[in-house]
């Protein structure tokens, strides 16, 4: 199974800062790779597709970049609405795997 | 707008039985393969099963092969998730998803399975 490694698990920000995460595959996986927000009590959102392709309806201060084993999602400016959690998630071979999420907190 | 409803949740002893169905408007069921992912309690999300657009290929994760079965009713826009010997650590926030070029780009709300006696 290909293993899906975030850092950091959390991470403290302020409205305005830019965050990024990173997601790195114990196997190369091309860029088999999404991004998804996901808020308690709430259906998860897909952000990333590809690993960079922005999924319509999402804001363009979400970025992803990365191919094969390492990966990046970046927020610029941070808004209210974006403290969450965060997973990525390989689909190259089955088991599809997710991350273990890291969590965006107000500082 | 493509919406996605789970229902068939609850609490059930372990050794039991449950089956979710999901159903899907607003989206042309038949073209997309569908799958399961669930959050136990304090975990992440974790992917359980996908069904191919005409049923005839299903994956499953490992820790439920054998004990989960998924499938599909394209006349009426469901896809099932029947869950059979159920243990503790099946309880968990169960997801219904849409696949798109291999991703989930909607999703339910979720339902909750709880496993307990």
């Known amino acids: 199974d290909i293993q899906m490694t975030q850092s950091p698990s959390s991470l403290s920000a302020s409205v305005g800062d830019s965050v990024t995460i990173t997601c790195r595959a114990s196997?190369?996986?091309?860029?088999?790779l999404s991004w998804y927000q996901h808020k308690p009590g709430k259906a998860p959102k897909l952000l990333i597709y590809?690993?960079?392709s922005l999924q319509s309806g999402v804001p363009s201060r979400f970025s992803g970049s990365g191919s094969g084993t390492d990966f990046t999602l970046t927020i610029n400016c941070l808004q209210p609405d974006d403290f969450a959690t965060y997973y990525c998630?390989?689909?190259?071979?089955?088991?599809?795997?997710f991350g273990q999420g890291t969590k965006v907190e107000v500082k | 707008e493509v919406e996605l409803v789970e229902s068939g949740g609850g609490l059930v002893q372990p050794g039991g039985s449950l089956r979710l169905s999901c159903a899907v408007s607003?989206?042309?069921?038949?073209?997309?393969?569908m799958s399961w992912v669930r959050q136990a309690p304090g975990k992440g999300l974790e992917w359980v099963a996908n069904i191919k657009q005409d049923g005839s290929e299903k994956y499953y994760v490992d820790s439920v092969k054998g004990r989960f079965s998924t499938s599909r009713d394209n006349a009426n826009n469901l896809v099932y998730l029947e869950m059979n010997s159920l243990r503790v650590e099946d309880t968990a926030v169960y997801y219904c998803a849409r696949v798109w070029i291999r991703t989930f780009d909607y999703w339910g709300q979720g339902i909750v399975v709880t496993v307990s006696s």
């Open positions: 196997q190369t996986i091309g860029t088999y």
């Open positions: 998630q390989q689909s190259y071979s089955t088991p599809w795997t």
């Open positions: 590809g690993a960079s």
């Open positions: 607003g989206s042309t069921f038949s073209n997309y393969w």
